[in-house]
């Protein structure tokens, strides 16, 4: 019988922050996670694909990531026509306020905005529609302004479909990673920088190297760590004093 609440994330066993994904550091203090920690994400891991849980600290899934794409094919003749360039410069800009500032509100608000653009352009589609249909004018003109209508009723569908809902359901994950990646950015520091940094830059100053071990070996006795870890994280703690 399945769980009906399953566990989702576990807590760094150094700054107990929410872990959602398997990594090897963590990804608020850059702690290196002990293979205990891995294990336990692995089966959360395994658990979230069996019983179907998602949340929004998830990577885009290669159903998410192809909506996405059918957006930029599906925007690109709307560039062209040059309608689009206004709708496409509110969401290029809210992604990279986005990526600057690790919020998601600016995705909400340039959505907002794009939303606006088009139901300004279905009013005014519907308004030429009635009155091209009413008067005294060629069929030509109807069939434009109804062509045109369609279009920013597509849109509307299309901008929330394809690309909005897609990102809100990861929007935590999107906001610090990106769209497209598959790993937290701390997992995919080069080797250099992946030496044990507990506390770093003006923390340093404020605790002695004596503390460290002391949080180490704690560490270790609660079995979150095993000798080998112990003793690797030691060994880089005195070479730094």
């Excluded at 906001?175 to 995919?188: D, M, R």
């Excluded at 100053?205 to 079995?223: M, N, P, R, T």
Aim: hydrophobic share 45%; charged share 20%; proline share 5%.
């Amino acid at each position: 019988m399945s769980n009906p609440n399953p566990k989702i994330s576990i807590g760094c066993p150094n700054c107990k922050g929410s872990l959602y994904v398997l990594a090897d550091f963590c990804l608020y203090c850059e702690f290196p996670l002990p293979e205990a920690t891995k294990s336990e994400l692995i089966e959360i891991q395994t658990q979230k694909k069996i019983g179907g849980v998602m949340s929004n600290q998830d990577p885009l899934n290669s159903s998410d990531q192809g909506k996405l794409l059918i957006f930029s094919l599906l925007m690109v003749p709307s560039i062209v026509f040059l309608v689009g360039v206004i709708p496409t410069i509110f969401l290029a800009f809210g992604i990279y306020m986005m990526k600057k500032n690790q919020d998601f509100s600016s995705i909400d608000t340039a959505v907002k905005y794009v939303k606006g653009y088009l139901w300004l352009a279905l009013i005014g589609s519907v308004l030429c529609s009635v009155f091209f249909g009413v008067g005294d004018y060629r069929d030509n003109e109807l069939i434009i302004s109804l062509f045109w209508l369609a279009i920013s009723f597509a849109y509307l569908i299309v901008v929330n479909t394809l690309f909005y809902s897609p990102l809100k359901r990861h929007s935590e994950w999107v906001a610090v990673n990106g769209i497209f990646s598959t790993k937290p950015k701390s997992a995919t520091k080069p080797a250099i920088e992946s030496e044990v940094d507990i506390i770093k830059g003006e923390k340093l100053k404020q605790y002695s190297v004596a503390d460290e071990l002391i949080k180490w070996a704690k560490l270790k006795e609660e079995g979150h760590i095993s000798e080998d870890e112990f003793n690797e994280a030691r060994a880089k703690l005195l070479k730094r004093k």
